[in-house]
Structures are given as C-alpha cells and as structure tokens.
C-alpha cells in the first residue's frame, strides 16, 4: 500500500496518435485502425483498481471541475494507494462519447441511497451496476497503513 495517487486522463481512444482504439475503447467501437469495430473487451479501470489493491478509487470528469479538483486532492491526502480515473472526452477523434454524453450519463456516488465507499464489496457492486459510470469517492480505506505509516 504504497502513498502514490495515480490519475489516468481516459479518453477512451489514442487522441494524439491520429484515433487509434485504447484500452478503455468498447468493443464495436470503429476507428482508423479498426474499421470492423474494436474486437477486445475494454479494460474497466475502477474494476482493475479495486481488484488490484488500491484503497482509494475515485473517478471524475474532466468538466466538473470543482468536484474533480476536490477529488484530486483528496486522493492526494489519502494516505495509501489511491487511483483516480478521469473522463477527459477526445473532441476531435471520439464522436460516440462526447461532453453532453458524460453530462447525460455519469452518476455521482453521493446520488445512491446509504452508499457506503468505506465497503470494498458494496462499491465493486455499485461499480458494475452503473456501468463503471460512477463519480466521486467510489472507495476508500482508511484503516489499512501505507508504508510510509
């Protein structure tokens, strides 16, 4: 549990590099290089890091940029692993998932009725309920030291 904050600007496609499928492309989705739609499963990052150990995950959108500040920082002050996946649409090569899409469906944790980010379980379930669509503190562990403790 080292004390590093993670954050991952996901566009969900390679922006720079002329609109190539990533990672966290879904599958179907067509680009230059491929015109039949992206064959591989997306990678689920808020998934990924909560199998993976972090204890802090949270996820933000480029656009709401008071909540993602506050998010940041309180990645930055948590004392362990903390990741932070951020929504950053690409405007020019990712016409599927645009700003008003994000807008229209991204669900803040604070939304969900006695959501609890302190219970790993009940947070992996709301993360695959809601697509991995959630924003804000999706989980965070406060008991387990980092190293540095």
Do not use: R
């Not at 904050?5 to 496609?13: E, F, K, S």
Request: aromatic share 10%.
């Amino acid at each position: 549990n080292m004390n590093i904050t993670y954050i991952v600007m996901d566009n969900q496609i390679y922006g720079l590099t002329k609109g190539q499928t990533s990672p966290s492309s879904a599958p179907g989705f067509v680009t230059k290089t491929t015109p039949k739609g992206n064959i591989e499963q997306n990678v689920a990052p808020l998934e990924l890091a909560l199998s993976s150990g972090a204890t802090f995950v949270g996820q933000g959108f480029s656009s709401y940029i008071k909540g993602l500040t506050a998010l940041i920082e309180e990645a930055i002050n948590h004392d362990g692993f903390s990741f932070v996946n951020v929504f950053s649409p690409c405007v020019t090569y990712h016409k599927v998932n645009t700003y008003d899409w994000f807008k229209e469906n991204l669900v803040s944790v604070d939304e969900l009725e006695d959501y609890d980010p302190s219970e790993k379980g009940k947070a992996t379930q709301a993360v695959i309920n809601h697509e991995s669509l959630l924003t804000g503190i999706v989980y965070q562990d406060k008991e387990t030291p980092s190293y540095e403790s």
